[in-house]
Structure formats: C-alpha cells, structure tokens
C-alpha cells in the first residue's frame, strides 16, 4: 500500500513495485490521477486523506491484507522564520507528516504482522537530520515523522516486520510547487542550475529495500543528488 501515491514519489513507487510484482493499493485525495495510474499498473485506487482518521479507517477495510506499507503522504508549507511562522501552514505539516504517518501506519501494523514479512518504507526527508533557516514547520514535522517510525523499530522487535527510512534530499516533484502554493517561477529555481533527484531514483531505492532477503533489514537510506552536499549547501552551474 502506499500512501500519496497520486504523484511524484508515491507514484513512481506504485509503477517500480507493481513491475517488480506486488499487487499495490494506492491511496490519495486525487482520485482521477489514482484511478488512471492504477488501471495502467493493474492495481486498485482508493481515496485516502490521511489527516482524517475516518478516511483512514475505510482505507484499511477496504484495502483488505498488507506486507508493504510505504507512507509516503507528506510535505511543506511555507518558508517562513519563527518569529513570523504561520500557524495554520504549522498544523498541516504536522497533521499530514507525523499523525497522517501514525494513523496509516498504527491501523495497518496488524496486518503486518499477520502477514508473516511485513515492511514499512517511511519516506521523510534530509530534513528528518538536519535543520534550516526559514523550515521550522517542516523539519521539526520530519523529525518527530522520523522519531516515530524509529520507535517502531524497537517496538516491534521480534515481530515479522521491518522498518526501513528514506531520507531523499532534492528530488524535482510537486513538493516545492505545494510549499510556495503554485509559485511556479519560485519552485523552480529550487532546482535551477543543478541535477536533482528524480522520484524514480527514489522510488527504485524503495523497491530494492522492500525485495531484500526477508532478514535484511535497511534501516536507514539517505540519497541526495551529487551537487548537494546538506539540506542547506548545494552547488549550482
């Protein structure tokens, strides 16, 4: 199952895990984009909005057994300091990283574990390690995102599940699009001058992850394009 899967890196992880030979449910809030990529990957298309604990219980009974999760709903509002930090753009990150997170995550983890090989891909960011000037919101969200899917690790230790964190620096998605709230000029120089990530670079990582030998483990993978260095230090042409 994987979360966000309407776009950008959700997407490209449904198309690279249906090739490999997974059944994949993919869940959104974009049920046209949803409902032609999973005709074309013969794969089932189910609304989810995972800031709505309702919308996430009918995913789950809907979406019938589990062995892969990847929760990949996320992303950033905003660019703002602290001191002039916009409180609503605070609450969406939180609510869409780290409890959209916990509630896919807590309602599935049953399934799992029942399923004998579970695996959950949590896809946070570089930000989930470092923090910026102006990212407040969205690396204190990516942090906690992080300290949550950590903490499985250990709970869950000895259950048949493994848990494995993606931790992409730039990858050219939607994600700068959303934060500057459809600030195309401005997205795009997030990018300019330098060669990003792609979600199917990310999205390859994934599936190599989730096709490891049952005992393997990945517990941590950070990628970043060759021209960046931190979150915050890249070089441009």
């Known amino acids: 199952m994987v979360t966000g899967a309407s776009s950008g890196i959700g997407a490209a992880t449904a198309r690279h895990l249906a090739k490999a030979g997974f059944r994949v449910v993919l869940g959104a809030r974009r049920m046209d984009r949803l409902t032609e990529l999973a005709a074309a990957i013969d794969g089932v298309a189910l609304p989810l909005d995972v800031t709505d604990p309702a919308s996430v219980t009918a995913f789950v009974e809907a ?87 950590r903490t499985l690790r250990g709970e869950l230790l000895g259950e048949p599940v493994r848990f494995t964190e993606v931790l992409p620096g730039l990858v050219e998605t939607e994600f700068s699009l959303v934060r500057f709230e459809g600030d195309a000029a401005r997205a795009d120089g997030v990018y300019s001058g330098l060669t990003p990530l792609t979600a199917d670079d990310v999205a390859e990582v994934v599936t190599f992850a989730v096709t490891r030998p049952s005992h393997v483990n990945l517990d941590q993978i950070v990628m970043k394009p060759r021209a960046q260095a931190s979150a915050s230090r890249v070089h441009r042409e």
């Open 63 to 149: 979406a019938g057994p589990c062995r892969v999760l990847v929760n990949n709903a996320g992303g950033a509002m905003g660019l703002a300091p602290v001191a002039s930090a916009d409180e609503d753009h605070w609450r969406w990150m939180w609510e869409t990283n780290v409890m959209g997170t916990l509630r896919v995550t807590k309602a599935l983890l049953p399934a799992l574990v029942a399923s004998g090989d579970g695996h959950v891909v949590t896809i946070t960011s570089v930000a989930a390690a470092e923090v910026y000037d102006n990212g407040a919101g969205y690396t204190s969200a990516k942090h906690a995102q992080s300290a949550l899917h």
